[in-house]
């Protein structure tokens, strides 16, 4: 008993078990993934990360225990303002982690690995569109990444807490990430896949270039039930378009959850919009089916010869703002579609690969709106 | 549910004996064994929630520095591993195994009421298996903890009783705790 006393003395005033994280670039194990697949326990260099207790640095810091009120009307799920969206914005996360004799951080448990490996993957995406797209990090800004989030709603008199798992998402308006609850039907954790993660910045991407990181650019201005159902295949569409960019596996989503949703936004996909419009059942994604006709589309085009997923995605970002003003002036039509877009991005392109856009996007886009939309795309 | 379905039964059990035995005012030397349910902090500010047991030994201290309200001191074992499955290919159990010593003040009113407060050792054992590597990890910390103890007596020497316990692990500053259902035997 004395030796127990004495230990556990010398246990507190030393503070023993706590690791002191080492000076310099912050240098930590996490899981990743790259073209060829996922990596366990890699040891990565982070460039944003600041504090690693807190999981906070210059491109976004994580929160957890926040609730998001479902019943907000649709005026304040919008508005961007988040006092008007959560019930309980969030409180700051404390990793537990040690540092090993090679002075790596390495986690103690789930929930701190997924934190540093969902940040990591951040990293990794912003990186790249600053790198290869000429983003700045004033233009993305920086974001909150809520760590399992609930949901909460009203039920008569009751309010009801939800837990929401197999997802992860982005909030227009709002700018934010959420990575839900991992279940344990996932594979590898949604939060740790960063072509999922990938996705989501995708529409963060989509946000800043097309609605001026507006939520009533979109959902606002009176659009039309089927406009509003083609823009959300065309944001599904381009954020599978530029996780690809960002990770080039096309595979990757099923690592995560192997199911026939995803298995059908592997591209290129087996049908074309028309066989589609015939047969909505060839794809149980609803929305995303047409998307993926999209992603198909571009991805086809980036692969093709002298073409580069470089030269698509340059004409795809430039061509948001411009498929924008499109969007304000149709957005009531009813025939709303993606010849729109696709337009849009071949004139992006000149010459010979002008023409191969528009006979790829032709080949994809086969249904009679389009078809006729993409009459002038030579 | 099965912690509810547990309490439930036992004090059913309890109120059968509601013949009560004459609880001893005097501390004895005792040993009480619990199952709990611990509700540990995680990173994220959740809970997560792992079944396990406790294991109290405590000894009379009758005249303990003067102060005669400390009635008995002791030793209470936690044991609690992690049996979640976290998802497919990434997961990490973190056991934990505490022992802590303490001392009880009790107060006995047809029921025993007890709390207890000690430092304690937390030693920590973590298991990977991440994308098939597998690894582990242990590393002893310190924690202070605390409790809140109703006892019943059954019989002279059988106790049924329920334990609430806080524990606060100081090198990673999270706040867990415990809740059990069990018996004690009194010498």
Same mark, same amino acid.
């Given at each position: 008993m004395p030796h127990f006393l004495s230990l556990s003395l010398v246990c507190l005033l030393s503070s023993c078990g706590a690791s002191t994280i080492p000076a310099g670039p912050i240098r930590a194990r996490v899981v990743t993934a790259d073209a060829q697949g996922f990596y366990p326990n890699k040891v990565v260099e982070f460039k944003? +990360? @600041?504090?690693v207790r807190h999981v906070d640095g210059v491109i976004a810091v994580m929160r957890g225990q926040s609730v998001l009120? +479902?019943? /907000?009307p649709d005026s304040d799920q919008i508005s961007g303002d988040p006092n008007k969206i959560f019930v309980k914005n969030g409180s700051q996360v404390h990793t537990d982690t040690f540092v090993d004799q090679h002075n790596v951080i390495n986690a103690k448990n789930f929930d701190s690995l997924a934190m540093l490996s969902t940040y990591y993957a951040f990293e990794q995406i912003v990186d790249f569109w600053i790198t290869? !797209?000429?983003?700045t990090l004033q233009e993305i800004g920086k974001f909150n990444i809520y760590y399992d989030p609930q949901v909460q709603t009203k039920v008569d008199s009751a309010t009801a807490t939800i837990t929401q798992r197999l997802n992860a998402s982005y909030f227009p308006g709002l700018g934010d990430l959420f990575v839900w609850k991992t279940s344990r039907?996932?594979?590898? &954790?949604f939060k740790m896949n960063p072509a999922v993660l990938g996705h989501e910045f995708g529409h963060k991407i989509f946000d800043i270039r097309f609605a001026h990181k507006s939520a009533n650019f979109v959902y606002?201005?009176? /659009?039309s039930v089927n406009s509003l159902i083609q823009l959300k295949g065309i944001n599904e569409g381009l954020a599978d378009f530029m996780s690809w960019l960002f990770i @080039?596996?096309?595979?990757?989503?099923t690592r995560s959850l192997d199911v026939e949703a995803f298995q059908d936004?592997?591209? &290129? =996909? /087996?049908?074309?919009s028309a066989s589609l419009l015939k047969? &909505? #059942?060839?794809? =149980?994604? #609803?929305f995303y089916c047409k998307g993926s006709v999209l992603n198909s589309a571009l991805h086809e085009l980036s692969l093709a @010869?002298?073409?580069?997923p470089l030269k698509v995605g340059t004409a795809m970002l430039q061509a948001l703002p411009k498929f924008a003003s499109d969007w304000q002036r !149709? +957005?009531? #039509?009813?025939?709303?579609?993606y010849f729109y877009l696709l337009n849009r991005i071949a004139n992006e392109l000149a010459g010979n690969e002008k023409t191969l856009a528009c006979t790829i996007f032709k080949k994809w886009f086969d249904d009679s709106i389009n078809q006729a939309g993409l009459a002038k795309c030579l | 549910m099965f912690i509810k379905r547990l309490t439930i039964f036992c004090f059913l059990l309890s109120a059968s004996f $509601?013949? $009560?035995?004459?609880?001893?005012?005097q501390p004895q030397q005792s040993v009480r064994v619990y199952i709990n349910s611990a509700h540990l902090e995680t990173p994220s500010g959740d809970r997560a929630q792992h079944y396990g047991a406790s294991l109290l030994y405590g000894a009379p201290v009758p005249d303990f520095y003067g102060f005669e309200h400390f009635t008995s001191f002791g030793l209470l074992m936690n044991l609690n591993p992690d049996t979640t499955k976290k998802s497919g290919e990434v997961n990490i159990l973190e056991h934990f195994y505490s022992l802590s010593a303490y001392l009880r003040f009790d107060f006995v009113k047809l029921f025993r009421f007890s709390a207890l407060v000690g430092p304690g050792l937390l030693l920590a054992r973590t298991n990977y298996n991440v994308l098939n590597t597998v690894a582990t990890h242990t590393e002893i910390s310190t924690l202070l903890s605390g409790g809140l103890a109703i006892d019943y007596a059954i019989t002279e020497q059988w106790e049924f009783g329920w334990l609430f316990q806080v524990q606060y692990r100081l090198a990673y500053q999270k706040l867990d705790w415990y809740n059990g259902l069990g018996v004690s035997f009194n010498f």
């Open positions: 944003y +990360l @600041q504090d009120n +479902l019943d /907000a290869n !797209y000429d983003f039907l996932e594979d590898i &954790p606002g201005q009176g /659009a @080039q596996n096309v595979t990757l989503f936004r592997i591209v &290129p =996909v /087996a049908w074309t047969d &909505p #059942s060839i794809c =149980v994604g #609803s @010869q002298n073409m580069s !149709y +957005l009531s #039509s009813d025939n709303f579609d | $509601a013949q $009560a035995e004459i609880m001893s005012e």
